[in-house]
């Protein structure tokens, strides 16, 4: 059989029926998009011959592994095709330059302390890695520094694990994450801790997906950033290290082109510059995040900007 058997005035009645469609209430963009969705999904079925069983085992697979559906999301390189559609739209509507985005990811924590200054971001010891300076300045299209940015930093520790979200329980909260407030030149500078790659929770279900696609589940060593500053797009992207094992193969497609500096290292420090470029909005709702919803925390630290020296 193929998949024609999907468009048979029958299926195409059950899919009207079941999406809603021809009820007046409820909301018609999400009827629409979930009649596609399940019509997409009974052509899968047909093209594939997929059996019950096999159906059966994928539905209980994503109820189970509904609590990793952020890992997921990235490993099976959704996340980075919504940066490849937002990036070819922005093209169309002739919206280019500034550093490029990438992934957010599922690992950021809203509150971080918000600090000014040469930040340190580590707040526990991590001995025996090296630590990491990162310099470099934010400007606007046309070289201008940008004013009253916000830049929030995180990333993991030398275990590969990321505060608040750490199985061994071992860190401080927001250890390695900071929003750093910058001054009128748009210059930015923190040093941290040197996070090492990271791998999926082992036995996990986005681990147990990426072994039955033959593939692993371990990013480059990476630093995540938000920038924010008033008339300009906020920018979501992330440096992945240029000289880590898995630089050229990030399961979660995060690493791109323009952000993969190699950092210098020297003894027990390594250095990256790394300027950042933002786009001007074009409007208010052009600036802020997207409505993704994350974890958060209270910061523990005041809420006006500390000075840290170094
Ligand atoms: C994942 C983890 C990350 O640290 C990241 O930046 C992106 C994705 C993940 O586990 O899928
Ligand atoms: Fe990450």
Do not use: C
């Not at 019950?52 to 990793?68: I, N, P, Q, R, T």
């Not at 979660?252 to 390594?270: I, M, N, W, Y």
């Not at 995040?289 to 974890?295: D, I, K, L, M, N």
């Amino acid at each position: 059989m193929d998949a024609s058997f999907v468009k048979t005035p029958e299926i195409q009645k059950l899919l009207d029926r079941a999406s809603g469609v021809n009820e007046s209430g409820g909301n018609p963009r999400l009827k629409a998009v979930l009649r596609d969705l399940i019509e997409s999904t009974m052509e899968v079925i047909v093209r594939h011959d997929v059996s019950e069983s096999e159906f059966w085992l994928a539905m209980k697979y994503l109820a189970d592994s509904s609590g990793e559906i952020g890992l997921i999301v990235p490993g099976i390189g959704l996340e980075h095709f919504l940066d490849l559609y937002l990036d070819a739209k922005d093209a169309e509507a002739g919206l280019t330059g500034g550093t490029p985005r990438t992934i957010e990811g599922p690992l950021y924590v809203e509150g971080a302390p918000l600090v000014e200054g040469n930040v340190n971001l580590s707040t526990d010891p991590d001995e025996g890695t090296q630590v990491l300076h990162m310099t470099g300045t934010v400007t606007g299209p046309d070289g201008e520094p940008v004013q009253d940015a916000i830049v929030h930093v995180w990333h993991a520790n030398s275990k590969g694990w990321y505060s608040h979200f750490d199985p061994t329980s071992q860190q401080t909260p927001f250890n390695n994450r900071r929003r750093i407030k910058l001054g009128s030149d748009g210059r930015y500078a923190f040093h941290s801790k040197m996070p090492s790659g990271y791998s999926v929770p082992p036995q996990g279900a986005t681990d147990q997906l990426m072994q039955a696609l033959g593939r692993h589940g371990n990013r480059p060593a990476h630093v995540h950033f938000f920038i924010e500053a008033p008339g300009y797009r906020t920018l979501t992207t992330q440096i992945n290290f240029g000289d880590d094992p898995f630089a050229a193969d990030d399961f979660a497609f995060g690493t791109r082109e323009g952000l993969l500096p190699v950092p210098s290292r020297q003894g027990d420090s390594a250095y990256i510059a790394f300027d950042f470029q933002l786009q001007r909005a074009s409007g208010e709702s052009d600036e802020g995040f997207s409505s993704r919803h994350r974890a958060s925390a209270q910061a523990q630290e005041p809420t006006e900007p500390e000075t840290e020296t170094v």
